[in-house]
């Protein structure tokens, strides 16, 4: 038996009563409600039921998205639960330009990541819209920017050393778990800024439950009663477990004499914003949560498709090698970028529209939920010549066109761990490709895992 079970949340301990509490207050769809859409005039959509077109779209978006976009044309509606909501999807630059541009006020972002509020907290920067959004946001800019990424670099190499350092010549793998594996480490050591051996060995196995959310869960979410039964239960009291690891973290974190030196995310955010607007222990846990769920299968999932796409076409193998031997950064850069553009880890973003709104021409009622398909803005031929070939060369010397290119999304969403997750990229790649040779085996395409895509059979590798 649990201390959350059947009690009320104010009799329970800390941090046991701000997980419950959470539990009860965070329902997914919660919050402040969306309008009520008037639905006349929408872009054309397919007829289909609410939830056929939901399954399509969370089950198989790979061929269902473009095949949408091939009939009904650049702009087009889908309907979704909860009670057919409509979603109108993008494919086209300028429409993204407006949407990235749209007013924070009344585009919001966060109503759409309301499911996750249970496992990511109230003040997570995902949930958040508006002037609440815009705080958090400054808050936690400065943890990311350009210094602060040079500063957690050398971590990083260590983590991919250590792993990396393991791998035996002629092994074959499944290369996304060995890149899940490593970009939880980085998470732990990098971000979260744990060091203990016996505490990083706590973590782990409560942080991997916490990533690996089924659609279930998330749905039974709106069931208070489930939470005492199954799977339900045991998300429940996995999530204490981790909180109680990570307020003890953040406790023992504030007394450190040293934490003005130390290079982790943590120690930043502890330190960041002024006296009196400091971020609180529950804000300080609810977006390591958040940075835990939005930057570790991501970034994995772009590694395995990188390695994947080198493993199967030898001359770009060979150019990748030699610019891990020569220090060439740029060019492993773009063979990241250029895996991303193949294989978008994230389908697309969404803004729900808090009043009337005109895009692309169409004017759209306050309720509908907009949002440029990064699917199909990565797969046009007008957008990428030869869509379908892996080249990195596209990236090299050169870059898109804006708004063709976009896997972290844009405007003052945009993804705030870009930066961190191509210098966390390049680092693994030039550790692996300085070390061995690549061979992919066998094929692969995208199935959606969690809040991702990645290669339905794990990207399978050998290294020699
Ligand atoms: C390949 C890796 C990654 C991809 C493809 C990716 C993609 C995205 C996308 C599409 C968004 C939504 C942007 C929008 O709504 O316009 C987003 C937001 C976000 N990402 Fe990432 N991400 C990646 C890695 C990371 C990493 C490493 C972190 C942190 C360590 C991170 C933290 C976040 C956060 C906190 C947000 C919310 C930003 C906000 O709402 O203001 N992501 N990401």
Same mark, same amino acid.
């Given at each position: 038996m649990t201390s959350l079970d059947h009690q009320p949340a104010s009799a329970l301990g800390d941090p046991a009563a701000r997980t419950a509490r959470r539990f009860e207050r965070m329902r997914p769809f919660g919050g402040e409600p969306a309008p009520r859409v008037d639905a006349h005039g929408l872009p054309p959509g397919p007829r289909w039921p609410a939830w056929v077109q939901t399954v399509a779209l969370l089950r198989f978006r790979h061929r269902f998205v473009p095949r949408m976009w091939r009939r009904y044309g650049d702009v087009f509606t889908l309907r979704i639960v909860p009670g057919g909501r409509p979603l109108v999807l993008f494919t086209r630059p300028e429409h993204a330009k407006e949407i990235f541009a749209g007013d924070p006020e009344y585009f919001h972002a966060g109503k759409g990541n309301g499911i996750l509020g249970p496992i990511m907290g109230e003040h997570s920067l995902l949930l958040q819209d508006g002037s609440e959004h815009k705080r958090a946001r400054a808050l936690l800019m400065p943890a990311f920017n350009g210094h602060a990424l040079r500063g957690y670099r050398s971590l990083v190499d260590e983590v991919a050393d250590s792993q990396i350092g393991r791998w035996r010549s002629g092994e074959e793998f499944r290369s996304l778990d060995r890149m899940n594996a490593l970009t939880l480490e980085v998470i732990l050591r990098v971000v979260f800024g744990v060091t203990d051996e016996r505490r990083l060995a706590a973590l782990r196995p409560r942080v991997t439950r916490t990533v690996d959310i089924s659609p279930v869960v998330l749905l039974g979410w709106g069931y208070p009663a489930l939470q005492r039964v199954g799977t339900w239960r045991r998300t429940v009291e996995n999530a204490y477990r981790l909180d109680e690891l990570i307020y003890a973290e953040i406790r023992d974190r504030?007394?450190?004499?040293?934490?003005?030196?130390?290079?982790?995310?943590?120690?930043?955010?502890?330190?960041?914003?002024?006296?009196?607007?400091?971020?609180?222990? +529950?804000?300080?846990? +609810?977006?390591?949560?958040? #940075?835990?769920?939005?930057?570790?299968?991501?970034?994995?999932?772009?590694?395995?498709?990188?390695?994947?796409?080198?493993?199967?076409?030898?001359?770009?193998?060979?150019?990748?090698?030699?610019?891990?031997? !020569?220090?060439?950064?740029?060019?492993?850069?773009?063979?990241?970028?250029?895996?991303?553009? #193949?294989? =978008?880890?994230?389908?697309?973003?969404?803004?729900?529209?808090?009043? =009337?709104?005109?895009?692309?021409?169409? !004017?759209? =009622?306050?309720?509908?939920?907009?949002? =440029?398909?990064?699917?199909?803005?990565?797969?046009?031929?007008?957008?990428?010549?030869?869509?379908e070939r892996f080249d990195p060369g596209r990236f090299l010397g050169q870059s898109p066109p804006v708004n063709t290119w976009i896997p972290f999304g844009g405007g003052v969403r945009r993804c705030i761990g870009a930066g961190f997750s191509l210098m966390e990229g390049v680092a693994v790649l030039r550790r692996i490709l300085s070390a061995y040779d690549v061979t992919a085996l066998g094929t692969d395409v995208p199935k959606v895992r969690n809040i991702t895509s990645v290669p339905r059979h794990g990207s399978r590798t050998r290294v020699d």
């Open positions: 504030r007394a450190a004499a040293d934490l003005h030196l130390r290079p982790d995310v943590l120690s930043r955010l502890i330190l960041v914003g002024d006296e009196g607007d400091r971020l609180t222990d +529950d804000e300080l846990r +609810d977006q390591l949560v958040t #940075l835990l769920l939005a930057g570790h299968e991501t970034t994995a999932s772009a590694l395995a498709w990188a390695l994947h796409e080198l493993g199967r076409d030898r001359a770009q193998l060979r150019r990748a090698r030699q610019a891990a031997s !020569d220090g060439d950064d740029d060019h492993l850069e773009a063979v990241l970028k250029e895996a991303m553009r #193949l294989h =978008p880890v994230i389908p697309m973003v969404a803004r729900t529209l808090m009043r =009337p709104a005109t895009i692309g021409g169409w !004017d759209l =009622p306050a309720g509908a939920t907009v949002g =440029p398909s990064i699917l199909v803005a990565h797969a046009r031929g007008d957008n990428h010549p030869e869509p």
